[in-house]
């Protein structure tokens, strides 16, 4: 079981292998693959930083635990309907991103995100609601 805060959810639906460092890159690649490949994967939603955060580098900017961030968190949750300490499978989550959410949901939820600029998390959540799951990497 994978533990995970809530706007890792929408990061691994625009995860194409980048990120802030090697170790980080790889260690999302692994939940990734494992989402993937094995939907029935259960993950707890926690609050705070969780198993991506533990290979964020430390660089001295450490943003999971800033404020803006716990507040992407439960805006996410809250649209997904979900809350902390659930326990659901990669699936489940699936069928509430496609009962919830639609693209533009990311420009407004992720505004402040630097990644967003890149336009790959609205495409992940395009072909979440078009069934195609997670995209291989």
Known sequence: MYKLRGH?????????????SQEYVENMTKLHHTLRDNPHTFIELIEGPDQLCEKYPNTGNYHCEENRIYARDSAILKKLKLEIGQILTWEDIESRIKKYIIPSDIKTVCETCTWRSYGVCEEGVQEILEGKGLREV
Request: proline fraction near 0%; charge should be positive; hydrophobic fraction near 40%.
């Open 8 to 20: 890792h959810i929408f990061c691994l639906l625009g995860y194409r292998g980048m990120g802030y």
